[in-house]
T-cell receptor, first 111, second 117 residues
Framework: GQNIDQPTEMTATEGAIVQINCTYQTSGFNGLFWYQQHAGEAPTFLSYNVLDGLEEKGRFSSFLSRSKGYSYLLLKELQMKDSASYLCAVRFSGGYQKVTFGTGTKLQVIP | GAVVSQHPSRVICKSGTSVKIECRSLDFQATTMFWYRQFPKKSLMLMATSNEGSKATYEQGVEKDKFLINHASLTLSTLTVTSAHPEDSSFYIC?????????????FGPGTRLTVL
């Protein structure tokens, strides 16, 4: 299987930092994506990791450990507009660049 | 750049009718397009992968005769839900990748909400 696990829901305070974790089965791993999805809208691309380490992009950073089958998305200086679902998606080797999405983590930012 | 559009954004139809959803890449040529469906509060489920000029590759459990996919050009793919039933009501989202823009990233359309009465 290609189980991708994320927490279902998280709540964090405006201005704070939150870390959203994602674990996956390592066999055939070929890249990991994070997407943001607001309710009723399509996902928007946040980050892509294929090598171990931290990728920083403004307030958002994404980390990958291939040996552990683990990634996290780090959101700093949280804003109310960051309230959304965050989807972890993994590409496994096998063609067509298709990815498998996790169930998503619904983040609620509170004042 | 990397804009993907879908039409219609919302459709309501009667049971037994067919509905066509269009997915267009507006500023790039999409070598591969994907079709997903998403149920409320659930993640995206890949239905099929479509490459221009060839037959779509369907995921296990997806009926190819019910969900017809045509990728006639490098900027257009269509999904036709044939003989729609209430259980087909869902949010359908397409995405596109481009060998030029970097085949790693999928760019998503805004989605089509289908309601079958």
């Amino acid at each position: 299987g290609q189980n991708i696990d994320q927490p279902t829901e998280m709540t964090a305070t405006e201005g704070a930092i939150v870390q959203i974790n994602c674990t996956y089965q390592t066999s055939g791993f070929n890249g990991l994506f994070w997407y943001q999805q607001h309710a009723g809208e399509a996902p928007t691309f946040l980050s892509y990791n294929v090598l171990d380490g931290l990728e920083e992009k403004g307030r958002f950073s994404s980390f990958l450990s291939r040996s552990k089958g683990y990634s996290y998305l780090l959101l700093k200086e949280l804003q109310m507009k960051d309230s959304a679902s965050y989807l972890c998606a993994v590409r496994f080797s096998g063609g067509y660049q298709k990815v498998t999405f996790g169930t998503g983590t619904k983040l609620q930012v509170i004042p | 750049g990397a804009v993907v559009s879908q039409h219609p954004s919302r459709v309501i139809c009667k049971s037994g009718t067919s509905v066509k959803i269009e997915c267009r890449s507006l500023d790039f040529q999409a070598t591969t397009m994907f079709w997903y469906r998403q149920f409320p509060k659930k993640s995206l489920m890949l239905m099929a992968t479509s490459n221009e000029g060839s037959k779509a590759t369907y995921e296990q459990g997806v009926e190819k005769d019910k969900f017809l996919i045509n990728h006639a050009s490098l900027t257009l793919s269509t999904l036709t839900v044939t003989s729609a039933h209430p259980e087909d009501s869902s949010f359908y989202i397409c995405s596109a990748t481009s060998a030029v823009k970097g085949a790693d990233t999928q760019y998503f359309g805004p989605g089509t909400r289908l309601t079958v009465l």
